[in-house]
């Protein structure tokens, strides 16, 4: 479940649909919700979340592949978990 946002722009984008500031292409928007939304579910599993997304560890910090179309890389969404608590929910996207 997430526990805090370090993005606000993608906090807003979860929360209440505003997408206006998201650096995602349109094509990655659904990719980058049900990423969001596995992470807040409240019985989340860093095992299975990882048996469903692409994900990758840098010094602590998890990078969830974004894809456009569910084919090309575009991005990340980045988090720190601890049981079943996700912190620190931000983004990176490549060329920005």
């Given amino acids: 479940m997430i526990d805090s946002f370090t993005s606000l722009v993608l906090q807003a984008f979860y ?41 990758h560890h840098y010094e602590g910090i998890e990078q969830a592949v974004v894809t456009v179309n569910g084919v090309e890389p575009c991005g990340a969404i980045t988090f720190t978990y601890q049981g079943n608590h996700v912190f620190n929910v931000d983004c990176f996207v490549e060329g920005v």
Avoid: C, H, K, M
């Avoid at 579910?41 to 469903?52: A, K, L």
């Fill in 15 to 55: 929360e209440v649909g505003e997408y206006s500031d998201l650096p995602f292409p349109p094509s990655a928007l659904q990719n980058v919700f049900d990423i969001l939304d596995d992470l807040n579910d409240p019985y989340f599993s860093y095992r299975d979340f990882s048996g469903v997304w692409t994900v």
